[in-house]
């Protein structure tokens, strides 16, 4: 089967712009600056976090100047410049050099401050106040639209919803496309914004950490005994992915993609975890002819999520059973829930980057039997397990290599 | 570039559907069949306010045998939509109960259970926080139809939800073709849906692409589209395994293509180079050169601008055939199902190769002679002969797709 490579990764998120900022984040294990969101609509409950890790918007005009940003909404701005970003470390700066390229791209929940705005009007204004120029942003494809027209990328073109599994099953999509041979390299990735409403609405569905850091601010607890929700973020990442036999200076390579689903969830929680998630893995792993033992590195979705970390670590056992867990590294506490930081850590993992100890992690949980990478040194990994499990039950998972 | 490998064969094992002709493939074929439109004046919500005020509405006062489930009352609409339809396709293929682990569902949705969210925002986004109840938008991601499905039969696979706006159902189904054909899974469900909601009622209208009168795609005088809602399913196993417990395929899905325009973010190339991309693209995946496609179930939403690129696309890949190759243009009479359009007019041509007959459309207005065009009028056109047809779905944002189906006898 052809090789798929990952040569290009361009990211932006509250660490900063550019996998150094992300790198240097990653290994200090120092929080990138929250920032406090805008509760003038009041929106949010008394008690709802404060703050969340935002994008500083001056970090765009580098990649979307003014004039080409005024037709986009924020989502679609963080997908472009990350996709530039992507292509200009790929050594494609200058232009693709064919019409042949795709891209796959998941969201969670889409241009949300456009759809706001866009409700705003309808409903509270009337129908015939709605914006053209809203409703055509507010599309979930809209961002995926805006990197082919930007990059002139003609190959196919893919948005994927699958809440937070969605970044994995857009990489093994866009893998899936090049190692059948239909585009010879694809960009995927993620991307989210966190509006003021969304994160309003998911601090209602108890999904955030409140008050849960030694001074009372927010902190995320992956695998904790303690953990309380995740703190929320937005941003992009773009991957360009390539055929072996076009790439150049990778980052890592992309050797396998598969995913499942736990049908006791209910919509908007966790289910019990079914031994069929574990089951899935394995066969993701046989059918690429991989063993457990070669997985020497685990990048974890876990958030802080009471329910999503309990999933986590509930698939890794399963899969590994009774035999050790390899170093699992869970860079949600540094970088948040949403908004690609995580799919940018993992491969920067595989790339064999540094990782300092995890973030909000002191006291394991009985129950989870995981106990997250404590920042030692580590030797630079073989393969790398990377796992993303979604609310509401779907889960998905890579295996990254070293290039 | 390299062209498909062939692995398994892949059947389409049942079909089923929910439309504004009705819940389930019975009264979807009888109303294709008779060219019979369900575009109307409709009750989903007020529309007094709204610049248009028909749209293909699924009638909701039909009894419903899923409705004695208590699982039902949580659902949404899209969600009811997207459950009946897998439900009637699995009893068609012959899968009953839980399915098995080797079973996945590939779904696309536009709109989610916006319908039911858009309840909690208008007391939300005015203030009322007490009145605005969370459980409105427990369903309202474009995720929750197909979660919805797959929490339904028990489904441990693959379960993913595309939103590419218009070719939704049409990606999803090729997603599926790809996990079955490559072994993933033995079972897909693979479909999309969709409700009426006043959001992209509003937007399209706002964009001026509705006709205030049933759309009439490729007419002369055509003026936009139309809506409609429901949802549709395609249940897709490797043909050996269909032939295995007896069953018979009803039709074979050969091939899947996707391509963009990377044009504009809402007009379709002119040229239709990026939908052609798609429908070669397609044709390739099935090993399958233009002159063996039968007939062509369109996009064909009557805007004006989007018709004439899809004609522009049928000459670049047929030819001169193109404008002897006869069209069916479903929306006509289903209206546009936003991301499930894909995939209900996958079912309605796979219906159409089934039953060797092509539907038709009214023809109320004169032809458009700048697309002179072979769309199938009035009554429906027989079929001899023809073993594959193809199924185009061109979105916002130039994303394109098609399918190709094959007769399996």
């Not at chain 1, 059948?180 to 209602?204: C, I, K, N, Q, Y």
């Not at chain 1, 049908?263 to 574990?278: E, F, H, M, R």
């Not at chain 2, 054909?181 to 969709?194: M, N, T, Y």
């Not at chain 2, 040229?271 to 064909?300: D, I, K, Q, W």
């Amino acid at each position: 089967m052809t090789e798929i490579f990952i040569t290009g990764l361009g990211t932006i998120g509250a660490y900063g712009s550019g996998a150094g900022s992300l790198r240097q984040a990653l290994a200090s294990s120092e929080l990138p600056g929250l920032t406090e969101m805008d509760r003038s609509a009041g929106y949010h409950l008394a008690q709802a976090p404060r703050r969340a890790f935002l994008v500083d918007p001056a970090l765009l005009r580098e990649w979307v100047p003014p004039g080409e940003a005024r037709r986009m909404s924020p989502p679609s701005r963080l997908a472009v410049a990350a996709a530039r970003m992507a292509l200009r470390e790929a050594g494609l700066g200058e232009g693709l050099p064919d019409d042949h390229t795709g891209v796959a791209i998941s969201t969670a929940f889409g241009p949300s401050s456009y759809s706001e705005g866009l409700l705003k009007q309808i409903l509270l204004e009337g129908p015939e106040s709605a914006s053209p120029i809203l409703f055509m942003e507010s599309v979930a494809n809209a961002p995926a639209a805006q990197i082919a027209i930007a990059s002139k990328a003609r190959g196919p073109s893919v948005t994927i919803c699958q809440r937070e599994a969605g970044a994995l099953l857009a990489v093994g999509q866009a893998a899936g496309d090049v190692a059948a041979g239909r585009v010879p390299r694809a960009l995927a990735g993620t991307l989210d914004e966190m509006t003021p409403l969304l994160h309003s609405l998911l601090d209602r569905f108890g999904a955030l950490a409140r008050n849960s850091g030694p001074d009372g601010t927010e902190l995320a607890r992956p695998f904790d005994r303690r953990r309380a929700g995740y703190l929320a973020a937005e941003g992009a990442t773009m991957l360009l992915l390539e055929s072996g036999e076009r790439a150049a200076s990778p980052l890592a390579k992309v050797r396998a993609w598969g995913s499942a689903f736990d049908p006791t969830a209910p919509a908007v929680g966790w289910g019990t975890g079914s031994a069929g998630l574990g089951r899935a893995l394995r066969r993701t792993l046989d059918r690429a002819g991989i063993s457990l033992e070669e997985i020497d590195l685990v990048v974890s979705g876990a958030s802080g999520s009471r329910g999503g970390d309990r999933v986590e670590a509930l698939l890794l056992r399963e899969a590994w059973g009774d035999r050790p867990l390899p170093p699992v590294l869970a860079p949600k506490s540094v970088t948040g829930e949403y908004g690609g930081g995580f799919l940018a850590a993992a491969v920067l993992a595989a790339a064999g980057a540094r990782f300092g100890p995890t973030i909000g992690f002191g006291q394991p949980d009985p129950e989870l039997g995981v106990v997250p990478h404590d920042g030692s040194p580590l030797p630079p990994p073989s393969a790398v397990l990377v796992t993303s499990v979604a609310a509401g039950g779907a889960a998905s998972w890579l295996v990254l290599e070293a290039a | 570039m390299m062209d498909e490998t062939v692995s398994r064969r892949v059947a389409v094992s049942g079909v089923g559907a929910v439309s504004g002709l009705g819940w389930g493939i019975g009264p979807l074929w009888e109303g294709l069949r008779a060219g019979r439109t369900a575009i109307r004046p409709f009750e989903r919500f007020d529309h007094a306010s709204h610049r248009t005020h028909l749209a293909a509405e699924a009638p909701l006062d039909e009894p419903v045998s899923l409705a004695g489930d208590p699982r039902w009352e949580r659902l949404s609409l899209a969600d009811r939509f997207a459950v009946f339809a897998a439900a009637e396709a699995l009893a068609m293929a012959g899968l009953a109960g839980p399915l098995e682990e080797l079973s996945g569902v590939w779904f696309g949705s536009s709109t989610g259970g916006m319908f039911e969210s858009e309840r909690f925002f208008n007391e939300f986004l005015r203030g009322r926080w007490r009145s605005a109840k969370l459980r409105d938008l427990a369903s309202q991601q474009v995720n929750a139809p197909g979660d919805a499905v797959a929490r339904w039969f028990g489904v441990s696979g693959p379960v993913s939800t595309v939103s590419s706006a218009c070719s939704s159902g049409a990606l999803a189904v090729g997603a599926a073709l790809d996990a079955v054909r490559s072994g993933e899974v033995d079972v897909a469900v693979a479909g999309a849906s969709d409700s009426l909601c006043q959001l992209t009622y509003a937007g399209f209208n706002a964009l001026r692409s509705v006709d205030e009168g049933p759309c009439r795609p490729f007419r002369a005088g055509r003026e936009g589209m139309s809506f409609g809602e429901g949802s549709a399913v395609l249940v897709l196993e490797p043909v050996e395994r269909v032939l295995a417990r007896g069953g018979e395929p009803l039709a074979v899905l050969s091939g899947a293509g996707s391509a963009c325009d990377a044009h504009h973010m809402t007009a379709p190339d002119p040229s239709g180079a990026g939908a052609a991309a798609a429908v070669e693209a397609a044709l390739r995946y099935a090993g399958m050169p233009p002159e063996e496609v039968g007939f062509v179930n369109t996009h064909g939403t009557g805007t004006p601008l989007n018709d004439a690129a899809e004609w522009k696309a049928l000459q670049r890949v047929f030819g001169e055939r193109a404008g002897e190759l006869p069209l069916a243009a479903t929306k006509a009479l289903l209206g546009h199902l936003l991301g499930s359009s894909g995939a209900i007019e996958a079912v309605a041509t796979v219906l159409c190769l089934r039953h060797g007959e092509l539907h038709p459309v009214p023809s109320s207005s004169e032809a458009d002679p700048e697309l002179p065009v072979s769309l199938v009028l009035d009554r429906p056109l027989p079929l001899p002969g023809v073993r594959a047809a193809v199924s185009t779905s061109l979105a916002f944002g130039g994303s394109n797709a098609a399918l190709v189906f094959s007769r399996w006898d």
